[in-house]
């Protein structure tokens, strides 16, 4: 039996994705069944169990996967000459975010779902630890260049902070489902406003 390629894995795995992105954009998450994300993909239910077991286990590599994309906007700035203020990076970090049918109104609705499931509760607990540790080492590094603090002290204070920088983004994320573009530049220029005082 010929070996099946991790190219071919890949392509699978994005394929099923993609399927679950599109199925839980239209009908929600708690409505879209197993069932509905492998009619989606074209694929059968053994091919796709292969990957995944449940919508839980797909919504995280989803997760993973918005989050890889939206951290690299943050790295980015990290690599500039002159690190941004936090009152030019968090707001461009919110505007960077998309705007499709599985963010940021499916993003909120696996949060609520989070509380009653412990699989997905863990998860984001993960995937916030996570954001939270690159807010910090981007906080750390402009602490570092426009106080002129020691790598300690920069460490220190960027962990006192980016806890607050993460929830800025989760309020963004959670508004952003209720109000339309006005009200999202509204939000990022409070934002920009606050951070100015940090």
């Not at 069932?35 to 839980?56: F, H, N, P, Q, T």
Request: aromatic residues 8%.
């Amino acid at each position: 039996m010929p070996k099946v390629s991790e190219e071919h894995r890949e392509r699978q795995r994005q394929r099923i994705l993609d399927a679950a992105v599109a199925c839980v954009g239209r009908k929600g998450f708690a409505a879209t069944s197993m069932a509905d994300i492998i009619a989606e993909a074209g694929l059968s239910a053994g091919a796709v169990y292969l990957y995944y077991r449940s919508k839980e286990q797909l919504t995280v590599d989803v997760g993973r996967r918005i989050l890889g994309e939206k951290i690299a906007v943050l790295d980015g700035f990290l690599a500039m000459p002159e690190v941004p203020a936090p009152s030019v990076v968090i707001p461009a970090f919110m505007n960077a975010m998309p705007q499709d049918g599985f963010f940021p109104g499916t993003a909120v609705q696996v949060w609520g779902e989070a509380v009653h499931s412990v699989e997905l509760a863990e998860t984001a607990e993960t995937l916030i630890g996570e954001v939270t540790g690159h807010f910090a080492e981007y906080l750390a590094a402009w602490f570092r260049q426009s106080r002129g603090l020691g790598e300690q002290e920069a460490a220190a204070e960027a962990a006192r902070a980016a806890p607050a920088m993460v929830g800025l983004v989760q309020g963004y994320m959670v508004q952003s489902v209720f109000i339309g573009e006005g009200g999202q530049e509204r939000y990022r220029e409070a934002a920009a406003a606050v951070l100015a005082g940090l």
